[in-house]
């Protein structure tokens, strides 16, 4: 016998969500709080899982994002159908489209994507910025439509296009070449200041790694900006990985210096979306995969 889902429990699962507490979402669902609490707890009794981790504000645990995500979809077909049955009206809100872009993508190309996408129907964009490691893990969640990540393996439920592959290249400034880097490039890089993106930023290493080297000098600056981070380069900060297509002027007037050219790293950048019949995805995955076909290597 297959369990169904009660769309009542989950539209009350994805507001406790969306609002953070039980009150909120009653206020929002216009019940009582004791009455959003039961519905969660008859959700989680007819899954036999525990969906929310009850802090403030709740989070879904790994089971109730699998719900949040069902629920968002679900909203998303029911306004296009009532769109197609021109049910929307006048005062119908625009279609909002919650995608996942990494920085150096939403800084060289994506925008000028979405500026491409047709006037109608009517989009409102909601953009996350994300490293594109880690874009997959909120289309996991539920928590946006689409993304541009490096994962090639589809997340439950989604489909996956190639984009085509962003060429990083090692560069830096010149007067930083000559103070640091005046020896045999696979000696000297490592002990060099460098500049990440953040944290989780392993673009570096992964360059050093190619040099049959690892780790990288004590000075490692963290500048959280695409823009920011190819300046901080170019003033002389440290040595870091640019994309090809953002310091193109740069490399070409001589302000930065491509350390290795035979030695790029590609990364390849997928298109992950929610498998769905939507019409408004669907123009939007279509105009952003025609925009990275002009920019990205393939």
Not at 112 to 128: N, W
Not at 227 to 240: D, N, S, T
């Amino acid at each position: 016998m297959v369990t169904e889902l009660p769309l009542d429990q989950v539209r009350t699962l994805l507001a406790v969500v969306d609002e953070g507490t039980f009150d909120a979402a009653a206020a929002e669902l216009h019940v009582t709080p004791s009455a959003v609490s039961q519905r969660v707890k008859a959700l989680e009794q007819r899954t036999g899982r525990v969906l929310l981790v009850r802090t403030k504000p709740v989070r879904p645990t790994e089971s109730g994002a699998v719900v949040v995500r069902f629920a968002r979809q679900l909203a998303r077909l029911e306004r296009d159908a009532r769109a197609e049955l021109g049910m929307g009206g006048a005062e119908e809100e625009p279609t909002r489209v919650s995608i996942a872009v990494n920085a150096d993508s939403l800084a060289t190309w994506f925008l000028d994507a979405l500026t491409r996408v047709p006037s109608e129907p009517r989009l409102c964009f909601e953009l996350r910025r994300e490293d594109e490691a880690h874009t997959a893990a909120l289309l996991r969640e539920g928590l946006v439509m689409a993304a541009v990540t490096s994962a090639s393996e589809p997340v439950a439920g989604c489909s996956v296009r190639l984009l085509g592959r962003m060429r990083y290249v090692a560069a830096a400034s010149p007067g930083f070449a000559e103070r640091y880097l005046a020896g045999p490039l696979r000696e000297a890089l490592p002990q060099a200041p460098v500049v990440t993106f953040d944290r989780s930023d392993t673009l570096q290493d992964a360059f050093l790694r190619r040099l049959r080297r690892s780790g990288t000098g004590a000075i490692r600056h963290q500048i959280p900006t695409s823009e920011g981070f190819v300046a901080a380069i170019e003033a002389g900060l440290g040595w870091g990985m640019v994309p090809e297509i953002q310091a193109g002027t740069q490399l070409r007037e001589g302000r930065l210096i491509s350390l290795a050219p035979e030695r790029p790293v590609d990364i390849p950048l997928y298109w992950q979306q929610w498998k769905l019949d939507s019409p408004a995805l669907a123009t939007v995955a279509e105009v952003v995969a025609r925009t990275a076909a002009d920019v990205l290597d393939a």
